[in-house]
């Protein structure tokens, strides 16, 4: 589904990707594990356009989609929900959901879209009219994975859903990630809960420095000791 060959992106003078290589495909959760500042947020930004790529492609469904506007994203199935949440927290719940769904002019589609969210997020639909500012940080998490939902992707990109959270939130996102994967929506995240990530995913690839050095099944990944030494607090 989404096929990324030898991608590139500098910030001026910081080669933040040197040649990634990915590939996800339909219906799978694909994590993404690095420690800060591996380039994982730029290799999501750079998915979507928000960075602009120096070098290399990305594919989506086949059709290359490589320094496309972000704005052209929603349209081609895929939603991003950035790190640090980003609600509008002078907005209520539905209006922050209903500008997940700018692209899309069909009521009956966003009435789903809506019915949806609710049912993924009974806890939204219980704060429909609340102003999302005075959410937890936990339901504003899920406010911005729902109002990335609005637009019905294909793939959802999760950049840091954990962060932040207590942790019976964490846990709560993570089963409500794998609600959605269930329901049919593909799903890379980024994680620095690798322990989380790793057990929600079905493969995972490892950036360290801007360069994937590993990649496979979640649960080889997991297992691996140097993953354990680095990144999963264990040996
Ligand atoms: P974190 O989990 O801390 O967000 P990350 O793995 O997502 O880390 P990135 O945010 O992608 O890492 O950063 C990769 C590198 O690119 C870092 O060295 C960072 O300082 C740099 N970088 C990221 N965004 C910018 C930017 N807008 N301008 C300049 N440098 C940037």
Not at 95 to 109: F, I, M, P, Q, S
């Amino acid at each position: 589904m989404l096929k990324i060959t030898d991608l590139n992106t500098h910030y001026g003078p910081i080669h933040a990707l040197k040649g990634v290589d990915m590939e996800i495909g339909k219906g799978e959760v694909v994590s993404l594990i690095g420690s800060n500042g591996a380039g994982k947020s730029t290799l999501l930004n750079t998915i979507v356009g928000i960075a602009r790529s120096s070098g290399g492609r990305v594919e989506f469904m086949g059709k290359e989609i490589t320094n496309s506007p972000p704005h052209t994203m929603t349209k081609l199935g895929i939603s991003i929900s950035p790190e640090g949440r980003e609600v509008f927290p002078a907005l209520t719940v539905e209006e922050n959901l209903r500008l997940g769904a700018y692209t899309v002019n069909d009521k009956k589609k966003i009435a789903d879209s809506y019915e949806r969210v609710y049912q993924i997020f009974p806890r939204l639909k219980e704060r429909i009219r609340q102003s999302a500012g005075t959410l937890s940080g936990g339901e504003q998490q899920m406010l911005a994975i729902g109002r990335a939902l609005m637009c019905g992707p294909e793939l959802l990109l999760l950049d840091e859903p954990s962060l932040g959270l207590a942790p019976n939130f964490v846990l709560l996102i993570f089963d409500l990630i794998k609600e959605i994967n269930r329901q049919g929506v593909t799903i890379l995240l980024i994680e620095q809960n690798a322990n989380m990530a790793l057990s929600a995913s079905n493969r995972a690839y490892v950036l360290e420095n801007g360069k994937v050095t590993m990649s496979g099944d979640a649960k080889e990944i997991a297992n691996d000791p140097r993953i354990k030494k680095a990144y999963l607090g264990l040996g």
